[in-house]
């Protein structure tokens, strides 16, 4: 069964930085992308950067400049760099791998349960 935990949410003053990571444990057969998501309170969840499993990266542009994704492949982890933080920036943090569980699967989704991301003074 595969699983995601999220680690490194917290409060962080506006400008600050802050690191997110996403374990991943479980075989998944084909990974398609591994990603970020954010819910702010009252918003849909939306996309915030996805890494692609030849190494093409895409972010929303309200994060581009600002935030990495990266992926540390012997760790089987996915990390989220996050610099220079705006309050507009405070959300629920999702990790999110997309891909096949078998050969003859449909793609899915997988989540993790979220970290919150606070950035206030």
């Known amino acids: 069964q595969v699983q995601l935990v999220e680690s490194g949410g917290g409060l962080v003053q506006p400008g600050g930085s802050l690191r997110l990571s996403c374990a991943a444990s479980?075989?998944?057969?084909?990974?398609?992308?591994r990603g970020w998501y954010r819910q702010a309170p009252g918003k849909e969840r939306e996309l915030v950067a996805t890494?692609?499993?030849?190494?093409?990266?895409n972010y929303v542009d309200s994060v581009k400049g600002r935030f990495t994704i990266s992926r540390d492949n012997a760790k089987d982890t996915v990390y989220l760099q996050m610099d220079s933080l705006k309050p507009e920036d405070t959300a629920v943090y999702y990790c999110?791998?997309?891909?096949?569980?078998?050969?003859?699967?449909?793609?899915?989704?997988?989540w993790g349960k979220g970290t919150l991301i606070t950035v206030s003074s």
């Open positions: 999110n791998v997309r891909g096949r569980p078998s050969y003859f699967s449909n793609l899915m989704d997988y």
């Open positions: 479980g075989r998944i057969f084909t990974v398609v992308t």
């Open positions: 890494l692609t499993s030849d190494g093409n990266t």
